[in-house]
């Protein structure tokens, strides 16, 4: 079966110091991966998708960015941190096909002070 | 662009009452729905979907199902129970490239003893 993990659990960072948030998936091949915020109270967005090894997109445009050096590694970094980066980032994959589902990991807390 | 609505919270409720999460969509097209569920400080569970047209999802005693003409996917349990006390999501899938969901803001069910 599919698994999916992410780590930290939890991060506390200040200001202007770098981030680096890992996820990955085990039991698949050539997943496509995500990654989301929830900000507190708001729904979810998305940040970042990517549907291969090195391919990343963009949803918005923002301080961080996403890399996915492995088939099943994805990476949200970030070079300064802000404030408003603070929320909950989930991680999620899904197989390609048009009805397939997405499932997420159990995310990161982020914290910036 | 696509987008779902979903009715604010908290939604509080005594055990074995009857639970309507009532949610909406606009979209281009023919989007899949979805429901997921978020316990406090874990990330999300797909509870139910469905994929087309009147269609019903169901699952653990929850059920939604797809209504075209209205453009909704409400949720419903015929009896909560105090473990049901989690954040609902609803979301559409936009089937395009990305297959990216796009979510409500969640509403806060907490059923009291």
Known sequence: SQTIHQWPATLVQPVGSPLSLECTVEGTSNPNLYWYRQAAGRGLQLLFYSVGIGQISSEVPQNLSASRPQDRQFILSSKKLLLSDSGFYLCAWRNSGAKETQYFGPGTRLLVL | GDSVTQMEGPVTLSEEAFLTINCTYTATGY????????????????????????????????????RKETTSFHLEKGSVQVSDSAVYFCALSDRGATNKLIFGTGTLLAVQP
């Open chain 2, 31 to 66: 989007p899949s729905l979805f429901w997921y569920v978020q316990y406090p400080g874990e990330g999300l569970q797909l509870l139910l979907k469905a994929t087309k047209a009147d269609d019903k999802g169901s699952n653990k005693g929850f059920e939604a199902t797809y």
